[in-house]
């Protein structure tokens, strides 16, 4: 592994789809594009959005994600088994349709624009789930690579669907033994491949935690059968360590944050670590990667009992604002999580994804570029200060 500073620059993973792009990967679900095409023009993207990081100082970069349509649902083309279908749609076979109608509106959920992977058949593997992003990013940078995957709880809850899986796998926890089995194939995979960080999402804990009671979500389809969120966060610790058993020799992550599909922050889910904790400081992996700059995601003191217990991937920049966070509040809030972890088991990142959903730029390609300088210029005097 490539020697890395102190403070190193990340991100979560996802930057603004252009509109073009956007277009091309309509058409090529439509049948209208193929892959090869789609690809070429994805190839272009990718290259600018690395270069965008390059440019800002980022050690250690993503694709931007350019090539799926949103961070968990671009299995669906790598995985036999699924169907790729809108949340709209999934609208015809919800509990109570009314109730979750209402649910989308209040949350400002683009119904028609995000799309869920909802298995209808036995899973099984096509070709790696991001093996594909690597090989072609290895070939374009000398940085450090960091690829996110969506995580074993997020890919089953997610994409189990009552009336739709049960016919193949009767419940979840079926489910989530072939889940488990593929994502530990692509871990090793990566890392044989040389890739540095991988990220696993698991955003939907949150959800988990955080969201309202027998409330039917847009990412979690299945949560009307959810039980109650100590047993979920169990079963996500049990899911992550059976992904992770016996494997080293590459850094992971795991990204939970509270939501990133409005810019209205007030529809987004509220409340800090503390519940959560206890559960992801028992997953086998290195680095929390968490949303921390918005004051959504509650009181930083909660890490006060597990100091240095794992590495921080702290938010420090809201992917949603306009307004470019001045540095020296930046190198405040990196100084401010030292009493909880050491310098060199902090990490710089901003809360989220920039476009965390195909048709949902949360930002534009030239503020996130900006934020990510005042980063690494924080990064630069957080140097001098501690290395
Ligand atoms: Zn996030």
Not at 112 to 118: D, E, G
Not at 174 to 202: N, P, W, Y
Not at 204 to 229: H, K, N, Y
Not at 320 to 335: L, M, N, Q
Request: glycine share 6%; net charge negative; hydrophobic share 40%.
């Amino acid at each position: 592994m490539a020697d890395t500073p102190l403070f190193p620059v990340t991100t979560v993973g996802s930057w603004p789809r252009s509109t073009s792009l956007i277009r091309a990967l309509r058409a090529k679900q439509n049948g209208e594009m193929s892959d090869s095409e789609f690809n070429r023009l994805a190839d272009q993207e990718v290259i600018s959005c690395i270069r965008s990081q390059e440019e800002a100082g980022v050690d250690i970069v993503t694709d931007g994600e350019q090539r799926r349509d949103n961070f968990y649902s671009y299995v669906v083309d790598k995985l036999a088994g699924m169907q790729l279908m809108k949340v709209s749609d999934l609208l015809d076979y919800a509990n109570d349709r009314a109730r979750m109608e209402e649910v989308l509106r209040a949350l400002d959920v683009p119904a028609f624009a995000i799309k869920s992977p909802i298995v209808v058949d036995k899973l099984g593997k096509k070709e790696g789930l991001s093996l594909d992003e690597l090989a072609f990013m290895k070939e374009q940078t000398d940085r450090q690579i960091k690829i996110p995957i969506p995580g074993p709880y997020m890919l089953t809850r997610s994409s189990w669907f009552e009336g739709l899986s049960d016919k193949v796998y009767e419940s979840a926890e079926e489910l989530s033994k072939d889940v488990v089995a593929i994502l530990r194939e692509e871990v090793l995979a990566l890392r044989d491949m040389g890739c540095d960080f991988i990220q696993f999402d698991e955003p939907i804990l949150s959800q988990t935690v955080f969201g309202e009671e027998s409330t039917e979500t847009f990412m979690c389809a299945a949560l009307p059968q959810r039980r109650d969120p100590t047993e979920e966060l169990e079963f996500a610790v049990r899911l992550m360590n059976e992904t992770m058993e016996g494997i080293s020799g590459i850094r992971t992550g795991v990204h939970v944050c509270r939501g990133n599909w409005s810019r209205k922050e007030d529809v987004l889910l509220v409340g800090n670590y503390g519940p959560m904790l206890p559960h992801l400081m028992q997953m086998n992996i290195d680095q929390l990667v968490l949303e921390c700059a918005t004051p959504r995601a509650g009181e930083m003191e909660v890490f006060k009992e597990y100091t240095n217990e794992k590495e921080i991937g702290l938010g420090v920049v809201n992917p949603r604002t306009d307004e470019i966070e001045p540095v020296e509040d930046i190198v405040a809030r990196v100084r401010d999580i030292l009493q909880y972890f050491s310098p060199d088991k902090v990490y710089l990142n901003p809360d989220c994804g920039f476009g965390t959903f195909a048709e949902r730029n949360v930002n534009t390609p030239e503020i996130a570029e900006k934020k990510l300088q005042a980063m690494s210029e924080a990064a630069v005097i957080l140097r001098a200060e501690f290395g």
